[in-house]
């Protein structure tokens, strides 16, 4: 090859780098790319609204999954990626699909356990966190089982850590966050609760910061109640700019916080009865929507420049005791407040007030959280029904769609399809000839 040709090629490699880094990832993480829900317009065109397993209407392709897990797929050039277990949680693996055809391109073994600890439940699974995608990793996280980055091509380690200590107790279910050179991990086990940054290129630990919290479960023995069942959590947390500096919003047992997202330091806290919680905080103007845990309350928080220390009594805007997700993320659409809770309800709300504007009940029981596309809502529950509602105030029904097998793992949007990941099997929903 000349000079020249080869000066030529140099050229258009380097031309092709903005490209590749400007590259759109369709579904990076489980809440999409706006973390809670919201697919690109572009991905979300032509998705359909019904489907017939049946017949086969509108579903492009089913396949078998090899093992188990309810973690979100990830979704980015025509590729599928996302976690798996068995049953017994012994072996993890990472799972790669063609996202055109379904076709398995690898399903690899990343993590052997030899003594897993039982889940003691029948809701999680091994494979719950879902894994975050970017153009050039991919980061995996099965809780104190292991968290590793992979190349998305290969799935070749880039590195591994293994030796971040909690005890789950019913399993780990707290998602990785990436945020700059970041990666963020959280561990609210029964014996340790903390959260810890890692350098996203080498693993290295950057920062880890312990929960402050009382969590007033000590018995007479001075040992924690339950086993220190009542310490545990499984929430991600997410990210705030807050006075131009970026908060890690992170809520834990007994009490959510407010970290420096550079240094773990923590700016504030705000105290609650509850343990398990699992919902994503949420955002609204200067309002953080926080909720609690298994008696599932929602507080309106607001941050800003003031919010610091102890903030009970000085920044909880309001609050709404009952009638809200013990698992399932709401969701905001304009001015409204969605959430669809456990036992079937979906309730519209006025974030800035709490006000509650309608409520309808959907039926069966959610873990999986919904997703909005084209003004509407799509909620997936447990039995396998999938219900289209419109994403206004009337709360209005346009359709059902009923599949073979229930699902925990939210659904992810990508190039006008919608997955859906169920106990056994991952479905392709796009338009395969009108609706």
């Known amino acids: 090859m000349s000079i020249g040709s080869r000066l030529a090629c140099l050229v258009l490699l380097i031309l092709a780098i903005p490209a590749i880094a400007a590259e759109r990832l369709n579904w990076p993480e489980k809440g999409g790319p706006t973390s809670y829900g919201h697919p690109h317009p572009d991905d979300a065109r032509r998705l359909p609204t019904t489907w017939d397993e049946d017949t086969g209407t509108n579903v492009a392709w089913k396949i078998k999954t090899e093992e188990y897990g309810h973690s979100t797929p990830v979704i980015a050039r025509n590729q599928i990626w996302f976690t798996s277990a068995t049953k017994d949680g012994k072996q993890q693996f990472v799972d790669h699909i063609d996202a055109k055809t379904g076709k398995v391109l690898q399903h690899k073994l990343l993590f052997e356990n030899p003594e897993p600890e039982p889940l003691a439940n029948a809701v999680n699974s091994y494979a719950s966190p879902s894994c975050v995608l970017e153009h050039d990793a991919l980061y995996f996280h099965f809780g104190s089982y292991g968290t590793a980055r992979l190349d998305p091509g290969t799935l070749d380690v880039v590195w591994q850590r293994r030796d971040m200590p909690c005890r789950h107790f019913r399993g780990p279910g707290s998602s990785p ?22 350098d996203k290129k080498t693993g290295h630990t950057i920062w880890r910061t312990d929960r402050s919290t009382d969590f007033h479960d000590l018995g007479p023995d001075g040992k924690p109640k339950a086993e220190g069942d009542l310490r545990k959590a499984y929430n991600t947390p997410a990210i705030k700019d807050v006075a131009g500096r970026k908060q890690l919003i992170s809520i834990g047992s007994r009490a959510g916080f407010g970290y420096d997202l550079m240094t773990g330091k923590e700016i504030w806290t705000f105290t609650h009865p509850d343990f398990n919680a699992a919902v994503r905080p949420l955002f609204f103007d200067d309002l953080v929507l926080i909720t609690t845990g ?142």
């Open 177 to 198: 966050v990436v945020d700059g050179e970041l990666l963020i991990l959280t561990f609210d086990g029964i014996d340790q609760q903390y959260v810890t940054a890692l």
């Open 294 to 435: 298994s008696a599932a309350a929602l507080y309106a928080i607001r941050v800003d420049a003031t919010t610091q220390g102890n903030v009970d009594e000085t920044h909880v805007v309001w609050k709404r005791a009952k009638g809200n997700p013990k698992m399932t993320s709401p969701v905001i659409v304009g001015e409204k407040l969605f959430e669809i809770v456990d036992n079937g309800v979906l309730y519209c709300l006025d974030p800035r007030t709490g006000k509650e504007l309608n409520a309808q009940r959907i039926g069966n029981t959610f873990i999986s959280s919904p997703v909005v596309a084209n003004g509407l809502l799509y909620l997936c529950d447990e039995l396998g029904v999938v219900t289209v509602v419109k994403a206004d105030e009337t709360l209005e029904t346009v359709a059902q769609n009923k599949l073979t097998e229930g699902m925990r793992a939210s659904p992810a949007v990508a190039d006008g399809a919608i997955y859906l990941r169920t106990f056994e099997n991952l479905y392709k929903i796009a338009a395969t000839g009108g609706q």
